[in-house]
């Protein structure tokens, strides 16, 4: 048998050894391709993952309103002008909106269904009749998309939508006027709203005497408007969040 010379020896030992360097290369370039997830990114070697934080600990919970000043006396308007029917704040649409499971629930869930309405106006069986949302006349692009998403879901429900604007609210009359008409418009509402809006039903139930829209400011609390320590979250506060493009 023919002995292998030394130099092709060397020289297949070269070739092998530049195929192994060049290969260590590039499983370093393919992993410095790999996008760092935002949790980890920024944050120092001893940090710990999400995944290992303490709920409460990582993120210590402080309690704040539901409403905001504006909502609260929105809230006020609708329960004197209607007195017989039940009013919720802040009541996510996965609360009273269903969709059939033709699709990804949970894609469904990320678009819309976190998405909170201000108020809801419900019969004695917690049945949603309307929906008031409040808006602001200084609202950015963002909000102005998730409202209209939030509206178009709705009426696709077959929800009424009435929209307020925070820097003028109805009066008394008003709200009587507009949800009064639309409530009693609907199917199986029609006695029911009649009979709760007259003056002499809403003193026979015990409801609380309507009073005007000034006084409205008398039931907040002393100080409520300059103290924002317990201001609620902001609606668009997770918006950042969103995966999805807004539709």
């Known amino acids: 048998m023919d002995l292998i010379d030394l130099p092709t020896v060397g020289t297949l030992a070269a070739v092998l050894l530049l195929a192994v360097v060049l290969l260590v290369k590039r499983r370093r370039a393919a992993a410095s391709r790999v996008k760092v997830p935002a949790s980890r990114r920024g944050g ?7 995944q290992e934080l303490d709920t409460v600990a990582a993120w210590p919970p402080e309690a704040a309103r539901v409403m905001t000043t504006r909502e609260r006396e929105a809230y006020e308007l609708i329960r004197r002008a209607l007195p017989g029917f039940t009013v919720l704040a802040q009541v996510p649409l996965s609360r ?4 059939p499971p033709r699709h990804d629930v949970a894609d469904w869930m990320q678009r819309v269904g976190q998405l909170s309405a201000d108020l809801l106006i419900c019969d004695g069986v917690s049945r949603v009749l309307a929906v008031v949302d409040i808006r602001s006349t200084a ?3 963002r909000a102005k998309r998730r409202h209209d998403r939030l509206g178009r879901v709705l009426r ?3 929800v009424r939508v009435h929209v307020w604007q925070d820097a003028s609210l109805p009066s008394v009359t008003e709200v009587r006027s507009e949800l009064g008409a639309s ?5 199986g509402t029609a006695q029911a709203a009649k009979a709760e809006l007259t003056p002499q039903a809403a003193a026979a139930s015990g409801a609380t005497p309507l009073i005007p829209v000034a006084e409205i400011a008398e039931i907040l609390a002393d100080g409520d408007a300059q103290d924002h320590s317990m201001e609620p979250v902001p609606s668009g506060f997770f918006e950042e969040l969103e995966p999805l493009p807004a539709r």
């Not at 120092?44 to 999400?50: F, L």
């Not at 409530?183 to 199917?187: F, N, S, T, V």
């Open 139 to 141: 609202e950015t692009d």
């Open 183 to 187: 409530l009693a418009a609907r199917p």
């Open 44 to 50: 120092s070697r001893g940090r710990a993952r999400p």
């Open 156 to 158: 696709a429900a077959g």
């Open 96 to 99: 009273f909106v269903r969709v």
